[in-house]
């Protein structure tokens, strides 16, 4: 069964564009979340998606938004991007929403955003 | 709201020695407790996870860990340490109402000859 796949996996923009990542989960997940890796912040957590309802949303600024779409596939927006918003970005996909023991996250390999 | 410390940013183990990674955990209801490894230019790849069935968990690798909720412990020790494990490795915590991880700071394995 293929993993759990990000595109684009390098990505360089200037400061004040605007940028969106994909992700497709793992063939039968419903559930989609998203985290930020920087070197100073670690891991955090943007949102999670179930169902095409976002179930769950991090402590961050308006500019970063999301979507799942009916085939659970989803995509993060960040609009006006920051010298700031460098960083990995990786998906997450699950088959549940995360309240059975048996609900396990798998990873992507992640999208590194450069904003110079 | 719950909260996952890593104590020490970098351990370095001879090859063949005991790996000890430590977290400890805050939660205000029971957790579920995750380790994960990242190796470079990669992303996370699950080792093992809690869910309160049982209190020693084994991984994948040879990995294992033991949640002590006396402690708010849930440490990853492997017997032997191989090259092969030299990577980053993150501790992480969920409540089980819904996919969100809380992260630990990570700590930095690396193995000598």
């Known amino acids: 069964k293929a993993g759990v796949t990000q595109t684009p996996r390098y990505l360089i923009k200037t400061r004040g564009q605007q940028v969106t990542l994909s992700c497709s989960p793992i063939s039968g997940h419903r559930s989609v979340s998203w985290y930020q890796q920087t070197p100073g912040q670690g891991l955090q957590f943007l949102f999670e998606y179930f169902s095409e309802t976002q179930r769950n949303k991090g402590n961050f600024p308006g500019r970063f938004s999301g979507r799942q779409f009916s085939n659970s596939r989803s995509e993060m927006n960040v609009s006006t991007l920051e010298l700031g918003d460098s960083a990995l970005y990786l998906c997450?996909?699950?088959w549940g929403a995360g309240t059975s023991p048996t609900d396990t996250q798998y990873f992507g390999p992640g999208t590194r955003l450069t904003v110079l | 709201a719950q909260s996952v410390t890593q104590l020490g940013s970098h351990v370095s183990v001879s090859e063949g020695a005991l790996v000890l990674l430590r977290c400890n955990y805050s939660?205000?209801?029971?957790?579920?407790l995750f380790w994960y490894v990242q190796y470079p230019n990669q992303g996370l790849q699950l080792l093992l996870k809690?869910?309160?069935?049982?209190?020693l968990v084994k991984g994948i690798n040879g990995f294992e860990a033991e949640f002590k909720k006396s402690e708010t412990s849930f440490h990853l020790t492997k017997p032997s340490a191989h090259m092969s494990d030299a990577a980053e490795y993150f501790c992480?915590?969920?409540?089980?109402?819904?996919?969100?991880?809380?992260f630990g700071t990570g700590t930095q394995l690396k193995v000598e000859l």
């Open positions: 992480a915590v969920s409540t089980g109402g819904g996919n969100k991880l809380t």
């Open positions: 939660s205000s209801v029971p957790p579920y």
């Open positions: 809690y869910t309160s069935a049982a209190t």
């Open positions: 997450a996909s699950s």
